[in-house]
């Protein structure tokens, strides 16, 4: 038997072993083991939910206690029903400690409602043991709840860096799957009535190892390539690598890389200073055989961006020894590249990017210094149970009020942010701030912005322990 | 992981991440990019109904870490009271056909050219009807004086020629060669007019002789929507032509008018055209970039669009082919970022390998043509006909021969090339395949997911023998894929080989565990 089995709603915490209140029958449950998803759409983790079936009996020392019991069940499923599908503010969640076990405080949030669930729609008929002196019924409960349990975050903090440094955080060693939220903390948003002034900006994440910043300059070689002084506008080390042409190459060599992988993404802080369209593809290249990202389109006249060029893969697991970008062009242009990103996302539950489009402010909004943060949450995590939803949330506004206030950026891809061991590493990545001509965000004193970032691991269990 | 995502339009405000509310949907992809995406939504019935009512039309982004796995705009939209919420969405290809497009880009043939009127824009008080003798007959613009009529500055005959009415394009060239034969003091000329009847230019002009003379015409002005030719008396006075009909006159052959200056009108140039004018009218569902437009380089003498679909005149574009030996064929449409492609068939798609668990192959004589000849028409509207080429490359011993219809045109070359391009893509056999496969590797062995196929790309059976196979795709061991549907809920990827035929063209593959 369990030591621990409870339902907490709005109105509490209902202990389902309590033997006053309520009491699981005999081999009334056992804890149901999640398969994985089909589907590739993430933020509600990798794994399916299950159905949760609880036989029990409630109790009370009158009829009316046992209906109270039965009401609170009901309620408990009906709040945890609207929850999700977006019409009640919090979550309501199962918590279960198996005996002996040492994971403590496992939960899992409760979705609402399965087929044939016995506090709804059932005529509950009250029985009274006079051995016992108690009112009883017995029923059925049958629920969804998310398939992984959870256990209370654990946090790590990197040190405070300058884009496009990486961020690196050490959690204790925990292999399991498991979800991370992430705050990135230390926006000087100065005192001027400022909306956050990049456009958009991107999240990378990788285990420990598997990013790694190149800067544009240090080529190898190319046709068409030059390496162009632009410290004006905050390039990375200063210079920014220049094609121009209507055809060529700016390649990267042997020596380059220290990100290894089967699947292997990659952005680049890309801008077209010309008046003509570009054309620019990432092509790989290992023992001799090419693997080529889909082309991208660089407009004419454009400000620094970050481009996502998506993956190379390469089945023989060997490491990369050249990159190139291909340029072409029906007229010159001319394409600057500032710094370029190696993402190892051969296993993508512990890799990825969001791209934050930052649309999501009130224009008379203004910063507090330094009190602004960017949160980011995967939608499977402890967070969850106050918002169900995948979610980045900038922190930190000061409204014209003169309150404090958050809200909800655009996100672009699925931030299912997670690891598997202990080490964890990210970018902050973001163009503009000051000037939109920036190639790294800047703040109100024309400073690159520092950022710091802090994950909040919660570990999962597939099945309690 | 994926994420769907609705936004007010395309780079418009972030409205919401749907992705946990997504029971079941799919999407796909076809010949011209992102073909369709079908989810159905569970919510509840406040945040349907807002969704419903939102004015439209939304955005619906599919993605991998910012990068677009499917994207285009949200055209059909249905909500319960259970709160469940459909939304159909159709990719950015599908601009291309919010808007009539009505342009004259090039003409040779005399269709259209008639005699002018005294009520035609322009024409008041300089026509003198009846007392010419004027026809098209032969694919020529002819005028002649009749016998025994008198005639003035301002009785003159007039042929003239109308573009399409409030079309997107004026006149910019004419050309032609003349042939005048005009008594001293006659003068025969081509005029530019707008819509209206103002005179935009004189764009050639020749006083007669007595003798024979020729000239080759090119001028090049002002947007016109009106093209005039006339022969008119400009020695002062009053003139009585005595000479019997047909001794003099002025004939035109071989006329071209282009709304262009380009020595030539390639595909890639209408092309760009259509961007920019679906883009100037709905600037947020087209891009206006036109970077991954190339040109067939193939001149096309005789096209004009009136009142017609953009997506439908683009898709017979790609399909003239292009100048090379042999033809290719082209493919139109639009993938992420809403940018229209007009490009080589193929020169952008993925080569995807698998190996196959269940294979069912069947060859089929069904489409195949070994031989072609082409049918098009001279400057009179006749119909003519190319000469017959043949491939028998494929090893097929028996001659299948196919009229292929190359419209309008007036060039045996353009012609010639149509005719080549449908020989190319007709000359091996058709096969009719059902192939199972579990997941899909790259060309180092990589597997990659099942969502990243698309349309386009090529499909190698890797465990089947290269038995036969002049080209790649050869159509049997390899296919180049004319339609990809990939089922969001259960990861399951469909896909149809170009040559769908009726029967069973579709492969099946099933999402291997952990893809």
Request: net charge neutral.
């Given at each position: 038997?369990?030591?621990?089995?409870?339902?907490?709603y709005?109105?509490?915490?209902?202990?389902?072993?309590?033997?006053?209140?309520y009491?699981?029958?005999?081999?009334?449950?056992?804890?149901?083991?999640?398969?994985?998803?089909?589907?590739?759409?993430?933020?509600?983790?990798?794994?399916?939910?299950?159905?949760?079936?609880?036989?029990?009996?409630?109790?009370?020392?009158?009829?009316?206690?046992?209906?109270?019991?039965?009401?609170?069940?009901a309620?408990?499923?009906?709040?945890?029903?609207?929850?999700?599908?977006?019409?009640?503010p919090?979550?309501?969640y199962?918590?279960?400690?198996?005996?002996?076990?040492?994971?403590?405080?496992?939960?899992?949030?409760?979705?609402?409602?399965?087929?044939?669930?016995?506090?709804?729609?059932v005529?509950?008929?009250?029985?009274?043991?006079?051995?016992?002196?108690?009112?009883?019924?017995?029923?059925?409960?049958?629920?969804?709840r998310?398939?992984?349990?959870?256990?209370?975050?654990?946090?790590?903090t990197?040190?405070?860096?300058?884009?496009?440094?990486?961020?690196?955080a050490?959690?204790?060693?925990?292999?399991?799957?498991?979800?991370?939220?992430?705050?990135?903390s230390?926006?000087?948003?100065n005192?001027?009535d400022?909306?956050?002034?990049s456009?958009?900006?991107?999240?990378v994440?990788?285990?420990?190892?598997?990013?790694?910043?190149?800067?544009?300059?240090?080529?190898?070689?190319g046709?068409?390539v030059?390496?162009?002084?632009?410290?004006?506008?905050f390039?990375?080390?200063?210079?920014?690598?220049?094609?121009?042409?209507?055809?060529?190459?700016?390649?990267?060599?042997?020596?380059?890389?220290?990100?290894?992988?089967?699947?292997?993404?990659?952005?680049?802080?890309?801008?077209?200073?010309?008046?003509?369209?570009?054309?620019?593809?990432?092509?790989?290249?290992?023992?001799?055989?090419?693997?080529?990202?889909?082309?991208?389109?660089?407009?004419?006249?454009?400000?620094?961006?970050?481009?996502?060029?998506?993956?190379?893969?390469?089945?023989?697991?060997?490491?990369?020894?050249?990159?190139?970008?291909?340029?072409?062009?029906?007229?010159?242009?001319?394409?600057?590249?500032?710094?370029?990103?190696?993402?190892?996302?051969?296993?993508?539950t512990?890799?990825?990017?969001?791209?934050?489009?930052?649309?999501?402010?009130?224009?008379?909004?203004?910063?507090?210094?330094?009190?602004?943060?960017?949160?980011i949450?995967?939608?499977?995590?402890?967070?969850s149970?106050?918002?169900?939803?995948?979610?980045?949330?900038?922190?930190?506004?000061?409204?014209?009020?003169?309150?404090?206030?958050?809200?909800?950026?655009?996100?672009d891809?699925?931030p299912?942010?997670?690891?598997?061991?202990?080490?964890?590493?990210?970018?902050f990545?973001?163009?503009?701030?000051?000037?939109?001509?920036?190639?790294?965000f800047?703040?109100?004193?024309?400073?690159?912005q520092?950022?710091?970032?802090?994950?909040?691991?919660?570990?999962?269990?597939?099945?309690?322990? | 992981m994926?994420?769907?995502?609705?936004?007010?339009?395309y780079?418009?405000?972030?409205?919401?991440?749907?992705?946990?509310?997504?029971?079941?949907?799919?999407?796909?992809?076809?010949?011209?990019?992102?073909a369709?995406?079908?989810?159905?939504?569970?919510?509840?019935?406040?945040?349907?109904?807002?969704?419903?009512?939102?004015?439209g039309?939304?955005w619906?982004?599919?993605?991998?870490?910012?990068?677009?796995?499917?994207?285009?705009?949200?055209?059909?939209?249905?909500?319960?009271?259970?709160?469940?919420?459909?939304?159909?969405?159709?990719?950015?290809?599908?601009?291309?056909?919010?808007?009539?497009?009505?342009?004259?880009w090039?003409?040779?043939?005399?269709?259209?050219?008639?005699?002018?009127?005294?009520?035609?824009?322009?024409?008041s008080?300089?026509?003198?009807e009846?007392?010419f003798?004027?026809?098209?007959?032969?694919?020529?613009?002819?005028?002649?004086?009749?016998?025994?009529?008198?005639?003035?500055?301002?009785?003159?005959?007039?042929?003239?020629?109308?573009?399409?009415?409030?079309?997107?394009?004026?006149?910019?060239?004419?050309?032609?060669?003349?042939?005048?034969?005009?008594?001293?003091?006659?003068?025969?000329?081509?005029?530019?007019?707008?819509?209206?009847?103002?005179?935009?230019?004189?764009?050639?002009?020749?006083?007669?002789?007595?003798?024979?003379?020729?000239?080759?015409?090119?001028?090049?002005?002002?947007?016109?929507?009106?093209?005039?030719?006339?022969?008119?008396?400009?020695?002062?006075g009053?003139?009585?032509?005595?000479?019997?009909?047909?001794?003099?006159?002025?004939?035109?052959?071989g006329?071209?008018?282009?709304?262009?200056?380009?020595?030539?009108?390639?595909a890639?140039?209408?092309?760009?055209?259509?961007?920019?004018?679906?883009?100037?009218?709905?600037?947020?569902?087209?891009?206006?970039?036109?970077?991954?437009?190339?040109?067939?380089?193939?001149?096309?003498?005789?096209?004009?669009?009136?009142?017609?679909?953009?997506?439908?005149?683009?898709?017979?574009?790609?399909?003239?082919?292009?100048?090379?030996?042999?033809?290719?064929?082209?493919?139109?449409?639009?993938?992420e970022?809403?940018?229209?492609?007009?490009r080589?068939?193929?020169?952008?798609?993925?080569?995807?390998?698998?190996?196959?668990?269940?294979?069912?192959?069947?060859?089929?004589?069904?489409?195949?043509?070994?031989?072609?000849?082409?049918?098009?028409?001279?400057?009179?509207?006749?119909?003519?006909r190319?000469?017959t080429?043949?491939?028998?490359?494929?090893?097929?011993?028996?001659?299948?021969?196919?009229?292929v219809?190359?419209?309008t045109?007036t060039?045996?070359?353009?012609?010639?090339?149509?005719?080549?391009?449908?020989?190319?893509?007709?000359?091996?056999?058709?096969p009719?395949?059902t192939?199972?496969?579990?997941?899909?590797?790259?060309?180092?062995g990589?597997?990659?997911?099942?969502?990243?196929?698309?349309?386009?790309?090529?499909?190698?059976?890797?465990?089947?023998?290269a038995?036969?196979g002049?080209?790649?795709?050869?159509?049997?061991?390899?296919?180049?894929?004319?339609?990809?549907?990939?089922?969001?809920?259960?990861?399951?990827?469909?896909?149809?080989?170009?040559?769908?035929?009726p029967?069973?063209?579709?492969?099946?593959?099933?999402?291997?565990?952990?893809?």
């Amino acid at each position: 038997m369990a030591q621990t089995l409870t339902i907490t709603y709005s109105g509490g915490t209902l202990n389902l072993i309590d033997g006053t209140n309520y009491a699981v029958v005999r081999d009334g449950w056992a804890p149901t083991v999640a398969p994985l998803r089909e589907t590739p759409i993430g933020g509600v983790g990798p794994y399916a939910d299950v159905a949760e079936e609880i036989t029990l009996n409630v109790r009370g020392a009158t009829a009316a206690t046992v209906y109270a019991n039965v009401a609170a069940l009901a309620q408990a499923l009906d709040e945890a029903d609207r929850w999700w599908r977006g019409d009640y503010p919090s979550g309501v969640y199962l918590r279960y400690q198996v005996g002996g076990g040492s994971g403590t405080n496992l939960f899992a949030a409760i979705k609402g409602r399965a087929s044939g669930d016995e506090t709804a729609g059932v005529k509950l008929t009250i029985t009274y043991d006079s051995a016992a002196i108690i009112y009883y019924t017995t029923l059925t409960m049958r629920f969804i709840r998310y398939g992984l349990w959870l256990q209370n975050p654990e946090t790590a903090t990197s040190a405070t860096v300058t884009q496009p440094a990486i961020m690196s955080a050490s959690l204790a060693t925990y292999t399991p799957l498991s979800p991370c939220k992430i705050t990135i903390s230390g926006f000087d948003g100065n005192t001027a009535d400022l909306p956050f002034k990049s456009p958009e900006s991107w999240f990378v994440w990788s285990y420990n190892g598997g990013l790694q910043v190149i800067e544009g300059e240090s080529y190898a070689g190319g046709a068409g390539v030059s390496t162009v002084a632009d410290s004006t506008n905050f390039a990375s080390n200063g210079s920014v690598a220049r094609f121009t042409g209507t055809s060529g190459v700016i390649n990267y060599g042997s020596t380059t890389y220290t990100v290894t992988g089967r699947r292997l993404m990659i952005l680049a802080a890309m801008r077209n200073t010309s008046a003509n369209d570009g054309l620019v593809t990432a092509r790989g290249r290992v023992t001799g055989n090419y693997v080529s990202t889909r082309t991208i389109v660089v407009k004419a006249n454009t400000n620094p961006a970050i481009y996502n060029f998506g993956t190379i893969a390469f089945g023989i697991g060997a490491r990369l020894d050249y990159l190139d970008f291909l340029f072409s062009a029906s007229a010159s242009t001319t394409i600057d590249i500032d710094y370029w990103v190696l993402v190892d996302v051969s296993d993508s539950t512990i890799a990825g990017a969001v791209r934050i489009i930052h649309n999501m402010y009130n224009t008379t909004d203004t910063f507090g210094a330094g009190a602004i943060s960017v949160n980011i949450n995967p939608g499977w995590s402890d967070d969850s149970l106050t918002r169900p939803t995948q979610s980045v949330l900038m922190s930190g506004f000061a409204a014209s009020g003169g309150a404090s206030v958050s809200a909800y950026q655009g996100m672009d891809g699925a931030p299912s942010i997670a690891t598997r061991g202990n080490g964890f590493t990210a970018l902050f990545l973001a163009t503009g701030g000051q000037s939109a001509a920036h190639w790294r965000f800047t703040n109100t004193s024309n400073i690159v912005q520092t950022v710091s970032m802090t994950v909040s691991r919660t570990r999962s269990y597939l099945v309690p322990q | 992981m994926l994420q769907l995502a609705l936004s007010s339009s395309y780079g418009g405000a972030f409205l919401a991440d749907i992705s946990r509310h997504v029971t079941g949907g799919s999407f796909s992809t076809n010949v011209h990019g992102f073909a369709d995406l079908a989810v159905t939504l569970d919510l509840n019935p406040m945040d349907a109904y807002a969704y419903f009512t939102l004015p439209g039309p939304l955005w619906i982004k599919l993605s991998e870490s910012g990068l677009p796995i499917w994207e285009g705009r949200v055209e059909d939209v249905t909500t319960r009271l259970d709160g469940t919420l459909d939304l159909r969405a159709f990719g950015a290809w599908r601009a291309m056909s919010d808007l009539p497009y009505t342009a004259l880009w090039s003409t040779t043939t005399v269709d259209g050219w008639r005699a002018a009127v005294a009520t035609d824009p322009g024409q008041s008080g300089a026509v003198a009807e009846n007392r010419f003798s004027i026809d098209t007959n032969g694919g020529r613009l002819y005028i002649a004086p009749q016998k025994n009529n008198s005639y003035t500055a301002t009785a003159q005959g007039r042929m003239i020629y109308f573009l399409p009415s409030n079309g997107s394009r004026g006149a910019v060239t004419f050309s032609a060669s003349a042939t005048v034969l005009l008594p001293t003091g006659w003068l025969a000329a081509v005029y530019a007019y707008t819509a209206a009847g103002v005179l935009v230019t004189t764009v050639w002009s020749l006083t007669g002789n007595g003798s024979t003379q020729t000239a080759t015409i090119s001028g090049t002005f002002s947007s016109a929507d009106i093209l005039v030719l006339a022969l008119l008396w400009n020695g002062g006075g009053t003139t009585t032509y005595a000479n019997e009909n047909g001794d003099f006159y002025v004939k035109l052959t071989g006329i071209r008018i282009k709304t262009t200056t380009s020595a030539s009108v390639y595909a890639d140039e209408i092309a760009k055209a259509f961007v920019s004018f679906v883009n100037g009218v709905n600037s947020s569902q087209i891009s206006s970039s036109t970077a991954l437009i190339s040109s067939p380089s193939n001149d096309l003498t005789d096209i004009s669009y009136a009142d017609a679909n953009p997506a439908d005149e683009l898709a017979k574009l790609a399909n003239l082919g292009d100048n090379q030996t042999p033809p290719n064929i082209y493919e139109v449409g639009a993938w992420e970022d809403q940018v229209l492609y007009f490009r080589k068939r193929g020169s952008a798609g993925r080569t995807w390998y698998i190996d196959v668990r269940a294979l069912t192959l069947q060859r089929s004589m069904d489409g195949l043509y070994t031989s072609a000849y082409a049918t098009y028409q001279d400057a009179s509207g006749r119909t003519l006909r190319t000469t017959t080429s043949s491939d028998t490359s494929a090893g097929v011993s028996i001659t299948r021969r196919q009229a292929v219809s190359a419209g309008t045109t007036t060039s045996a070359t353009l012609a010639g090339v149509i005719r080549d391009t449908s020989l190319n893509d007709t000359k091996n056999p058709q096969p009719r395949a059902t192939i199972g496969f579990d997941a899909v590797y790259d060309s180092t062995g990589a597997t990659w997911p099942l969502y990243y196929v698309r349309a386009g790309d090529t499909l190698v059976i890797r465990n089947f023998p290269a038995v036969i196979g002049p080209s790649t795709p050869d159509r049997l061991r390899s296919f180049r894929l004319s339609r990809t549907s990939f089922d969001l809920k259960t990861g399951a990827l469909s896909v149809e080989p170009e040559t769908a035929l009726p029967s069973l063209d579709v492969l099946v593959a099933r999402l291997a565990a952990g893809l």
